[in-house]
């Protein structure tokens, strides 16, 4: 709880709410915005050091809620977020609120192995690939140049996979670049080449 120090009426404020809104956090807190001049926001990976990440200079009208987005969380490896607010009175004192903390869940990144037999190859290669995740492969033979000259999409499950693609017999003979991307992202990207 926030309050106000030193006088009569204590003013108190309510303990900080913490929401997810996609790659941001909503932290925000009531506050009887006639007692104060301004609100700073601040932020510590540790629970410990915290330091002023933005200011909050009122709250919207006919209402005591006041508001912060944070957006830098990208920036930031951390699990967990600890928030506090600092509260600047019309008279130039000051008081913090409890800290609040919220815990990120992780993403968890798939993790996946490519290898390519034969290589150098004719007109069919194997491709292998284990994975941690099921999802969508796309395999895209290119010159260096980054042209396209064939592709071969396929669904993967966990574990163990192998797709061939054929029909390489048409390239001519040279160095390649195998791209293996699953769900939209790049995975593997290895030169090959053909007898």
Same mark, same amino acid.
Request: proline share 2%.
């Given at each position: ?6 006088? $009569?009426?204590?003013? /108190? ?18 506050? @009887?915005?006639?007692?104060? !001049? ?6 510590? /990976? @540790? ?13 919207? *009208?006919?209402? %005591? +809620?006041?508001?912060?987005? !944070? &957006? ?16 600047? %009175?019309? !008279? ?7 800290? $609040?903390?919220?815990?990120? *869940?992780?993403? +968890?990144?798939?993790?996946? +192995? ?8 004719? %007109?069919?290669?194997?491709? &292998? ?8 492969? *796309?395999?895209?033979?290119?010159? /260096?140049?980054? *042209? +396209?000259?064939?592709?071969?999409? $396929?669904?993967?499950? &966990? ?12 390239? %001519? ?21 053909? !007898?």
């Amino acid at each position: 709880m926030l309050s106000a120090q030193g006088r $009569s009426n204590t003013i /108190l404020f309510n303990e900080l709410s913490i929401v997810n809104s996609g790659h941001n956090l909503i932290i925000s807190w009531q506050a @009887d915005k006639t007692a104060f !001049d301004h609100f700073e926001v601040e932020r510590s /990976l @540790d629970g410990k050091n915290f330091s002023t990440i933005g200011l909050v200079l009122d709250a919207p *009208e006919n209402t %005591n +809620t006041c508001m912060f987005k !944070d &957006k830098k969380l990208n920036k930031t490896n951390a699990v967990t977020i600890w928030y506090r607010i600092k509260a600047i %009175n019309k !008279d130039g004192s000051m008081v913090y609120s409890s800290s $609040s903390s919220y815990t990120l *869940e992780k993403e +968890t990144v798939a993790d996946y +192995t490519v290898s390519v037999s034969p290589n150098p190859f004719n %007109n069919t290669a194997a491709f &292998k690939i284990a994975g941690s995740k099921p999802g969508f492969a *796309e395999i895209r033979i290119q010159n /260096l140049a980054g *042209e +396209t000259l064939l592709s071969k999409q $396929s669904t993967i499950s &966990k574990g163990s996979n192998t797709i061939l693609v054929d029909g390489m017999k048409k390239l %001519n003979s040279g160095i390649y670049m195998a791209v293996v991307t699953i769900n939209g992202i790049v995975v593997d990207n290895q030169r090959v080449v053909k !007898d």
